[in-house]
């Protein structure tokens, strides 16, 4: 099994990268997470990630 996680800072991204994921055989594991951090240029950042297998 492989694993690997995608991550963006915009949600539109993160399911365009997922849905792509898919088309080439990975599966979602688990839900989907964010991170409210900090980023000098944005002021506020959000990450969303989600775990894949393979």
Avoid: C
Wanted: proline fraction near 4%; glycine fraction near 8%; charged fraction near 25%.
């Amino acid at each position: 099994m492989e694993y690997r996680v995608l991550n963006e800072t915009k949600m539109t991204d993160l399911v365009k990268e997922v849905n792509d994921a898919i088309k080439e055989g990975w599966k979602p594991q688990g839900g989907l997470s964010v991170t409210k951090g900090h980023a000098p240029l944005l002021e506020q950042a959000f990450v969303w990630a989600q775990a894949m297998v393979k």
